[in-house]
């Protein structure tokens, strides 16, 4: 069955520092994908990545980055040069057709 | 563009009574997608529809039902309440069943 973990319940950081947020996944497909959402306090969720599983590259987008790595089943996520309004819930997903989400990281970025 | 959006935003209701959760797709969306969502969680996924037909369900016992319509909005139902369905649930809607989805901002429900 697929699985997905967020080991980093909740991480702490000073604005301006990088920090990665790690994902680890299990699955017995050959064809998935892979996402992040973002989950302020307000609680609505905000899509930032889709990646299938075909498609190892790595993806850079203004301060974000992805690093997914099949041999090691993970989907890591990384902010550099943190703000503060980067403080929220980070979610790590997969899916086939129905997403399994992880339980979520805790990002807080302190001025 | 309108985005995905869900009513009503907040619900209170009594054990053993019925709620009717509703969500509207963006537009030119044909999937949608119900999650529930416990304080301090992730997401649970409780049914898929696509093109009016249910594609998934997840582990959630017969008090749920949901249905899509020809406008591709949809309803999701639950029976007999209990204390453990207070959560956020939240809709998704996407192009297709694999595709990126779009949330909108979730129907909040207490049971008292």
């Known amino acids: 069955a697929q699985k997905v973990t967020q080991a980093q319940t909740e991480i702490s950081v000073v604005e301006k520092e990088d920090v990665t947020l790690d994902c680890v996944y299990e699955t017995r497909d050959t064809t998935y994908y892979l996402f992040w959402y973002k989950q302020p306090p307000s609680g609505e969720l905000v899509f930032l990545i889709r990646r299938n599983s075909f498609d190892e590259q790595n993806e850079i987008s203004g301060r974000y980055s992805w690093n997914f790595q099949k041999s090691t089943s993970s989907f890591n996520f990384t902010i550099t040069a943190s703000q503060v309004v980067d403080s929220a819930v980070y979610f790590c997903?997969?899916?086939?057709?129905?997403?399994?989400w992880g339980a979520g990281t805790k990002l807080i970025i302190k001025p | 563009d309108a985005g995905v959006t869900q009513s009503p935003t907040h619900l209170i209701k009594t054990r053993g009574q019925h709620v009717t959760l509703r969500c509207s797709p963006i537009?030119?969306?044909?999937?949608v997608s119900w999650y529930q969502q416990v304080l301090g969680q992730g997401p649970q996924f409780i049914f898929q529809y696509y093109e009016k037909e249910e594609r998934g369900r997840g582990n959630f016992p017969d008090r749920f039902s949901a249905r899509q319509f020809p406008n591709y909005s949809s309803e999701l139902n639950v029976n007999a309440l209990l204390l453990g369905d207070s959560a956020l649930y939240l809709c998704?809607?996407?192009?297709?069943?694999?595709?990126?989805?779009?949330f909108g901002p979730g129907t909040r429900l207490t049971v008292l």
């Open positions: 998704a809607s996407s192009l297709g069943g694999g595709d990126e989805q779009f």
């Open positions: 997903a997969h899916s086939n057709y129905q997403l399994i």
């Open positions: 537009s030119g969306h044909k999937s």
